[in-house]
């Protein structure tokens, strides 16, 4: 179901965004779509962190795009003010947002052409080193390896409601290893004054298995001191390239 806001520029715009993403991790569904970039898009810069959820949701988005993007097609959404376009006109200053923006809107009109589309856009020296090392490995092994990304929605619950849910937040997002990136999180009443975490993260499928990230870091000591459980909402595949 399409979706509407008002003038994203207005502060009454923003606190309609904001009170709509308090329950919500994407503009629509699970997973970033185009309804996101349109969103993104329509917004000048990083709204005030006073916009406690439109904060959460515009850092999450702007960091998606920059390693992978969004592939969901979304309900349609209209921001008053805004039409989108292919190439949206930035300031000087906002050149890597608008770059984000016109790649993604590009690969969105192409999906057809998948295998001829560069889905991450312009690599840092650090991520050309690390695929270098990467394609030398498996040359010299002689085989063809698959890589692709994986966007993945984790419920993380606590043992009982007297958990410090901020530390508990803080150990998950202290588990860091090559290819694994946290996203938005949320807090998410479950009854008797118990709340869960739930988390998006975003992992590279070679690097990261979801399985192994849940039995052998999140659930052992320490962060076992927090956390009871963990159980996978939503997988969902991004992209999906061959390296040789």
Not at 18 to 40: E, F, M, N, P
Not at 183 to 208: C, E, F, H, R
């Amino acid at each position: 179901m399409a979706v509407t806001f008002n003038d994203l520029g207005s502060a009454a715009g923003l606190k309609m965004l904001d009170d709509y993403l308090l329950s919500r991790s994407y503009i629509s569904g699970y997973q970033a779509s185009k309804d996101d970039i349109t969103v993104y898009a329509a917004l000048s810069g990083a709204p005030s962190s006073s916009y406690v959820n439109v904060s959460r949701w515009f850092n999450h988005i702007d960091a998606l795009l920059r390693i992978s993007g969004a592939s969901g097609e979304g309900s349609g959404v209209t921001v008053e003010g805004f039409a989108p376009a292919v190439a949206v006109a930035t300031p000087p200053a906002a050149d890597s947002k608008a770059k984000h923006i016109m790649h993604m809107q590009a690969a969105a009109a192409e999906e057809d052409d998948d295998d001829d589309v560069d889905l991450f856009g312009e690599e840092t020296e650090e991520e050309k080193k690390a695929a270098e090392e990467r394609a030398a490995a498996v040359k010299a092994s002689g085989k063809k390896k698959e890589s692709g990304k994986s966007s993945v929605l984790l419920d993380v619950k606590p043992w009982d409601d007297e958990t410090d849910m901020k530390k508990l937040e803080e150990a998950v997002r202290g588990v860091q290893m090559e290819g694994l990136l946290w996203g938005a999180s949320k807090l998410v009443p479950v009854g008797y004054g118990i709340k869960k975490l739930q988390i998006m993260l975003t992992i590279v499928d070679d690097l990261v298995s979801v399985d192994t990230l849940i039995e052998e870091r999140l659930t052992v000591e320490p962060i076992n001191e927090y956390v009871q459980s963990c159980d996978i909402v939503a997988f969902n595949k991004i992209c999906k390239m061959s390296n040789y």
